[in-house]
């Protein structure tokens, strides 16, 4: 499949991973927009947030559990953080497999994605 995560998943891109297990990869952002610049995705590919559905909704709730335990780590509880998921083309959704950013570090405008 031609995905730039799932190939950063295959280990054909190569990545900062920062957390990885049997269904998530955690890893650094190539073009951070914040201090800290995150994305967790899943391993099964998962085209954007509109696919989530009752049967993939633990893989997700996962997702984001594995999100809250990496934005500690980071040291970003303290001063916040914002987790997105850019769905679709009005989002600026560039990557077609679903991931969620964690952005910290910094004070965050609301039109920051
Ligand atoms: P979105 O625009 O919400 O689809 O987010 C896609 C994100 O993937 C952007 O923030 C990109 O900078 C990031 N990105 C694209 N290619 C890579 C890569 N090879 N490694 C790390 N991050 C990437």
Do not use: W
Request: proline fraction near 5%.
């Amino acid at each position: 499949m031609d995905c730039i995560f799932c190939k950063i998943i295959a280990g054909e891109i190569p990545s900062t991973k920062v957390y990885e297990d049997e269904r998530v990869l955690a890893f650094r952002d190539i073009a951070p927009m914040a201090p800290t610049h995150i994305l967790v995705i899943p391993k099964e590919h998962i085209p954007s947030f509109a696919y989530i559905n009752e049967e993939n909704a633990p893989l997700v709730a996962h997702i984001l559990a594995v999100a809250a335990k990496i934005a500690r780590e980071e040291g970003l509880e303290e001063g916040g953080y914002r987790i997105v998921s850019n769905c679709g083309d009005d989002a600026g959704q560039t990557v077609k497999h679903l991931h969620f950013h964690i952005l910290g570090g910094r004070k965050l405008t609301l039109e920051m994605a």
